[in-house]
Structures are given as C-alpha cells and as structure tokens.
C-alpha cells in the first residue's frame, strides 16, 4: 500500500513538473500547434508572427501586394476557425526618414494587414492596430537588408 501512495505521488509530481516545462503562451495544446504552423512564435507578449515588409509591401507604401492578400486572407480564417480572433497589429518601419513618416507610415501598414482580417469577420473590439515607427528595431539600420527586416508587421494573439 506505501508503494501504491509513493508511486502516485512520483507521478503527480512528475505530472507537475512537465506541465510547468510546457508554456504554451495561454492557448491550447491545438491552438499552439497551428500557430507554430503559421510560422508564430512564443515571445513575452505572446504568440507573435513577424511579417516582414518586402513581403507584403513595396519601399515606401501601405497597400499590400495582391499575391500576399490571399496569404493573410487564409491566416486569417485559420485563426479565426482555432478562435484566436484577438489579435494586435504592430507596423514597424526602419530609420531612414522623418520619424513622425515613418510612425504613420508603420500605422498604416498595421492598418492594411488589419483591414483584412476585418473582412474576414473579425470584430474591430477585438483589434489592436499599432504604429511604432523606427523605435524597435530587430536589425541594424546602416544595411538595406537590415533595414528591411525591420520594415514589418507583427502578429500578436491576445489571450
């Protein structure tokens, strides 16, 4: 009987341990899965999808090329089927520029990616449409490949 009672707690506690090893950022088990899928990833703020601008935009503009609309269009319905309709746009921008463009600029380009999700019934309450302009870069500006990686738009699900 003591080795019955020993036996459970072990596997209680190993229960304990794993679960803990396993964040999943407040999103299922199959919710997680389809966002690494997607190409997301586990940051602080949560299930993040950078979409970088020589993807969705040309130099210097917010409208989205028409190959990428039907990308975004079915991102969008496969959250929408996984019930992940919170979501935050962030639009970023590199430093060449006046930093007050290049803000609306990123806010416009947030606003566009939003604006298809929208149409693809999402509820504008459960959007978050941000412009950070140059602040947070995630690469070095004095190279035109890294200031086109921070050229972008990021994806954060909001749980």
Not at 52 to 68: G, K, T, W
Not at 97 to 121: H, T
Request: glycine content about 6%; some cysteine; hydrophobic content about 35%.
């Amino acid at each position: 009987m003591l080795r019955k009672i020993y036996l459970s707690i072990f596997i209680l506690s190993l229960t304990a341990v794993f679960s803990g090893c396993m964040n999943l950022g407040n999103v299922s088990y199959k919710q997680a899965r389809m966002l690494k899928k997607e190409g997301f990833e586990l940051q602080n703020e949560g299930w993040t999808l950078a979409l970088p601008e020589r993807l969705l935009f040309s130099f210097d503009d917010y409208r989205i090329q028409n190959q990428q609309t039907v990308k975004l269009t079915n991102l969008s319905k496969q959250l929408k089927k996984y019930e992940l309709d919170k979501l935050k746009f962030t639009g970023h921008s590199d430093n060449v520029g006046q930093a007050s463009y290049n803000y609306q600029l990123s806010q416009k380009r947030a606003q566009s990616v939003a604006n298809i999700f929208l149409a693809q019934g999402f509820q504008s309450k459960n959007l978050q449409i941000l412009g950070r302009g140059s602040d947070q870069p995630i690469a070095n500006n004095d190279t035109e490949e890294g200031r086109a990686k921070n050229r972008r738009v990021n994806i954060t699900i909001i749980p």
